[in-house]
């Protein structure tokens, strides 16, 4: 068929790849959540149903993509962690970038009645979303850890802070109040004042949502122990290293800056 005069305008978009072998890391967060928290009257400092409803999107987009190994949650931010041989879109960097904050959206506002089913949704939410690249293992541990560690220091503050404004302080008080204290400090005011001990908190708002897959149980039982876990192969009776692309995606509240989540799931940051 014979191009129409117009067609030379494709040339125009450029390719965008993504470098190769890199750890892909793509974060979306809610636009103008502030707001949008406030609108849908969530509860203060952790609505539970928004940030399951957070996790649900989140399982969507990795029910999707099997290359997505890992997402964290917090707020209203998700990350995720595409590995690092991937050629998804062959690796198109506005393609993965947008794919995925657009079915996130989608989920989000397709689950919200089943989630939040006596609030009703006062108009479209959205999420921005951006490509991050890392070299090696090292800055991808360092990245999640960054997230979760923030994710503390955020629910610590702010569970303070929404302590002593339910207590009848002004917003402006409250602040003045937390202003200069370090977490030792905010500890302790939840127990003398508050009579909460932050430990107790449900870990969903201290440490975040993490997902990941379950490897599907090793069929041999000689290899049960041996990293990485090994599956079935293409071919029969040949077994190749699990990838983290199959098995059940699963939510756990855990620490993900020790060495110990990452070194139960070796396959999640391969040399
Ligand atoms: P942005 O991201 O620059 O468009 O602006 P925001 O307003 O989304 O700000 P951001 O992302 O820095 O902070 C997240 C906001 O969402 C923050 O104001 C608290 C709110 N938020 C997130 N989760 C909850 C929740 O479970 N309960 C309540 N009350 N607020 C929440
Ligand atoms: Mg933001
Ligand atoms: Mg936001
Ligand atoms: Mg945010
Ligand atoms: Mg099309």
Redesign the pocket.
């Given at each position: 068929m014979a191009k129409s005069r117009f067609e030379y305008v494709r040339d125009f978009e450029l390719p965008d790849p993504l470098l190769p072998s890199a750890y892909i890391v793509v974060r979306i967060?809610?636009?103008?959540?502030?707001?949008?928290?406030?609108t849908h009257t969530?509860?203060?400092?952790?609505?539970?149903r928004?940030?399951n409803l957070?996790d649900r999107a989140a399982k969507s987009v990795m029910d999707e993509y099997e290359d997505v190994v890992l997402a964290f949650g917090e707020?209203?931010?998700y990350s995720f962690l595409i590995r690092r041989q991937s050629q998804l879109y062959n690796r198109r960097r506005s393609k993965i970038n947008s794919s995925i904050v657009s079915l996130f959206t989608s989920s989000y506002v397709y689950h919200w009645p089943t989630y939040l089913p006596n609030t009703p949704l006062q108009y479209p939410p959205s999420f921005?979303s951006r490509v991050i690249l890392y070299p090696s293992a090292k800055e991808v541990r360092d990245y999640f850890s960054w997230r979760q560690a923030d994710t503390h220091i955020n629910n610590l503050q702010?569970t303070c802070f929404w302590c002593l404004v339910k207590s009848g302080l002004s917003t402006k008080e409250a602040n003045k109040t937390l202003q200069g204290t370090d977490s030792k400090a905010k500890n302790e005011m939840l127990f003398s004042r508050f009579a909460i001990n932050y430990n107790h908190i449900p870990p969903q708002f201290r440490k975040g949502s993490t997902l990941v897959r379950s490897p599907p149980p090793d069929l041999d039982e000689n290899t049960s122990d041996v990293k990485p876990v090994l599956v079935p192969g293409d071919r029969k009776g040949k077994r190749r290293p699990y990838e983290g692309t199959t098995g059940e995606v699963i939510v756990v509240w855990e620490d993900i800056i020790g060495d110990r989540f990452w070194e139960d799931r070796p396959w999640l940051l391969p040399p």
């Open positions: 967060d809610g636009r103008g959540f502030h707001k949008f928290s406030d969530f509860e203060k400092p952790n609505d539970v928004a940030l957070m707020s209203d931010e921005d702010n």
